[in-house]
C-alpha cells in the first residue's frame, strides 16, 4: 500500500496555491525521509479568471525544482470541468518525464466526458493516470455499474469523499463494491467534516486499498483532510511502519504558523455540511467571511437541505415619505470619537432618518428622536437584539431582497416593523452588503444629500485579507453610487476616496 501527501495542492485551497519557497523545501527534503511514496504538488491548469499561485500551475521551473529536490514520485491534478483533450499539448507535453502521475478530478455526472479525457492522456504520455471521482457519498447504482469501463483506461481509481461524510460501514462497503468491478489500484481520500478522516482511512486499507492520501496538519479544502502524521503514527504503533519521528514533528512544525493563520480544520457548519452532504467550498467562503454567525451557515445549510429559497419572507418596503435628509452610520471608531456631534447634527432638523448599515453604535442613539432603520445581514439580528431592548414605533428592520443567501433572521421583538427591499438596483453584486443594502435604501429615503459617518476605512499598515477584502467591495459600492452622478457625504474623517468629505462642524 502507498501513501500519497497532497499538503501542497489541497492545501493551496487556503493560501491561492502560493507557499513560501523555504517552506516547501522543508516539506521536500522531509518527504524524502518519511514513508511517503507519492506527493501531488499542485494543479496543471491552463489560465483563469481568478489568482491562482504557483502550484495552481505548477510550471516547468517548478516542477523541475521539485524533480531535482525530491526523490519520490510526483503527481498533479487536472480539473476535468476545465480540461478539453484539446489542452492537453499545453498542461501535458512539458511536463512529461517531470511527473509519474496525473490525477483527474471527477465530478461522477461527467464520468463519460472524463473516461475519453483519461483515455487520451494514456494513448500520449508515459504517465500514470489516476481518476479522482468525487461525492463518493452520493454514488448510485447506475455509477458502479459503468465502473469496468475504466479497466485499462486508468492506473489508479481514487474513491474521494468530498463532504466528509461516509461511515467507516459505507466506506468498507464502498471500497469491496469498487474492487469487484476494477482491475486497477484503488485508493481513498479522505475529508475530516466529521472527525472520520482516520477511521475511513483505516477501514479502506484493511478493505484492501492500493493507495491512501493525507497533508500535513490536515491541511485542505474546507474542514481538511486526515492528518498525514496521524495515520504516520497510528501505523508506527499498529503495523510497525518506521517513521523518523524528529523528521516528522520538523515538518509539522514548519506548516503550524499556516494554521494558526488559515485556522483550517472542522467546526459545526462543516459538520452538518458533511452530515448532509452539502458542498463545502460555499461553506469554506461563509466560515471565512466576518459578517456570517455559525447559526447563519447553519440555517443557510438547513435551507439547502430542505430544499427551500429562504426561511421566511416579509413584506417588501415601500417608502411612504421622503426626508430632507439621511445619516448612514457605519462601524468605524469615528462614530464613537464623535458622537456629540453627531447627535447634534441628527437633532437638528426633525426631518432626518437614520440608517444603521450595522447596529454596533445604535444604543448610543436610543434617545434621538428620529426615524430608524436597521439593516440586518449576518450578526445584525442579534448585535440589534443586545443593543436595542425594546423596538418603538418609529423603527423598522430592513433585510436584503428575497431570497437571501443565508436565509433570515429576525429579532421576535421586530417581527411586525421588518420588511426586504424589492431589489438593489444601482450594483449588481453585493445584494447582501450592509453598505449596498444602506445606500439602496437610503436612495428610496431621500431625493437630497445623503450623509455617512463611521466608513473610516483601515488605517493599519497591515491590513487581514478580510480588511482588504471589506474595503475593495466598499470602495466599488461608493464608486457605483457616485456613477448615478451623486456623492455620498462624510461627515467625519474617512480613508475612502470615493466619498466627498464634509467635517460635521462646519454644518452644526
Known amino acids: 500500500m502507498k501513501f500519497l501527501d497532497c499538503t501542497l495542492r489541497d492545501g493551496g485551497y487556503y493560501t491561492n496555491w502560493d507557499f513560501d519557497s523555504s517552506l516547501v523545501d522543508i516539506y521536500l527534503a522531509a518527504v524524502n525521509q518519511l514513508p511517503i511514496d507519492y506527493i501531488e504538488v499542485g494543479y496543471r491548469n491552463m489560465p483563469q479568471d481568478e489568482y491562482m499561485g504557483e502550484y495552481g500551475y505548477c510550471p516547468v521551473s517548478t516542477l523541475q525544482h521539485i524533480r531535482k529536490q525530491c526523490s519520490k514520485k ?50 500520449r504520455y508515459n504517465i500514470a493516470v489516476a481518476f479522482n471521482v468525487m461525492y463518493m457519498s452520493t454514488w448510485e447504482d447506475g455509477f458502479y455499474d459503468k465502473l469496468h469501463l475504466l479497466n485499462g483506461a486508468v492506473d489508479l481509481f481514487c474513491m474521494v469523499d468530498s463532504y466528509g461524510s461516509i461511515t467507516p460501514n459505507e466506506a468498507k462497503s464502498i471500497t469491496e463494491r469498487v474492487k469487484s468491478e476494477l482491475q486497477c489500484q484503488v485508493g481513498f481520500h479522505g475529508h475530516n467534516n466529521l472527525q472520520l478522516g482516520l477511521i475511513n482511512t483505516l ?6 486499498v492500493d493507495f491512501v492520501d493525507g497533508t500535513i496538519l490536515g491541511m485542505g479544502r474546507g474542514a481538511g483532510n486526515l492528518n498525514i502524521e496521524l495515520l504516520l503514527t497510528y501505523l508506527n504503533k499498529h503495523q510497525d511502519l518506521k517513521v523518523d519521528f524528529n523528521v516528522l514533528g520538523d515538518v509539522v512544525a514548519a506548516f503550524e504558523p499556516l494554521l494558526q493563520q488559515y485556522q483550517w480544520g472542522t467546526s459545526l457548519p462543516y459538520m452538518l455540511s458533511g452530515a448532509n452532504s452539502i458542498p463545502q467550498k460555499d461553506v469554506m467562503e461563509w466560515v471565512q467571511n466576518r459578517i456570517y454567525s455559525f447559526n447563519n451557515i447553519v440555517r443557510a445549510l438547513d435551507n439547502r437541505k430542505g430544499h427551500v429559497a429562504d426561511n421566511a419572507k416579509y413584506p417588501v418596503f415601500a417608502a411612504t415619505r421622503k426626508y430632507s435628509r439621511i445619516l448612514i452610520i457605519g462601524g468605524g471608531p469615528m462614530v464613537q470619537r464623535h458622537l456629540t456631534a453627531i447627535q447634534t447634527f441628527i437633532e437638528k432638523d426633525t426631518d432626518t432618518a437614520v440608517v444603521f448599515a450595522t447596529s454596533r453604535y445604535a444604543a448610543q442613539f436610543r434617545d434621538a428622536k428620529c426615524d430608524k432603520y436597521y439593516v440586518l445581514v449576518g450578526n445584525e439580528s442579534k448585535r440589534l437584539e443586545q443593543s436595542v431592548p425594546g423596538f418603538g414605533k418609529t423603527e423598522k428592520c430592513i433585510l436584503p431582497p428575497y431570497p437571501r443567501t443565508m436565509g433570515t433572521d429576525v429579532p421576535k421583538m421586530a417581527k411586525e416593523q421588518t420588511y426586504e427591499l424589492e431589489s438593489i438596483s444601482f450594483i449588481d453584486k453585493y445584494q447582501d452588503s450592509c453598505t449596498s443594502i444602506a445606500v439602496e435604501l437610503a436612495k428610496e429615503l431621500t431625493d437630497s444629500e445623503i450623509y455617512i459617518v463611521g466608513y473610516d476605512g483601515y488605517r493599519d499598515a497591515k491590513l487581514s485579507d478580510k480588511e482588504i477584502k471589506l474595503t475593495r467591495e466598499n470602495e466599488e459600492i461608493f464608486e457605483r453610487y457616485e456613477a448615478l452622478g451623486k456623492a455620498l457625504v462624510s461627515l467625519t474623517p474617512s480613508l475612502y476616496k470615493q466619498l466627498e468629505t464634509k467635517s460635521i462642524y462646519s454644518i452644526l
Not at 512529461?96 to 475519453?116: I, Q, S, T, W
Not at 477501514?203 to 484492501?208: F, R
Open 203 to 208: 477501514t479502506a486499507i484493511e478493505s484492501g
Open 74 to 123: 510526483i503527481a498533479v491534478m487536472l480539473n476535468e470541468k476545465s480540461t478539453k483533450i484539446e489542452y492537453l499539448e499545453n498542461l501535458l507535453s512539458p511536463i512529461d518525464g517531470l511527473v509519474d502521475m496525473v490525477r483527474l478530478a471527477v465530478d461522477p455526472k461527467n464520468f463519460d466526458r472524463a473516461l475519453g479525457l483519461a483515455k487520451a492522456i494514456k494513448e
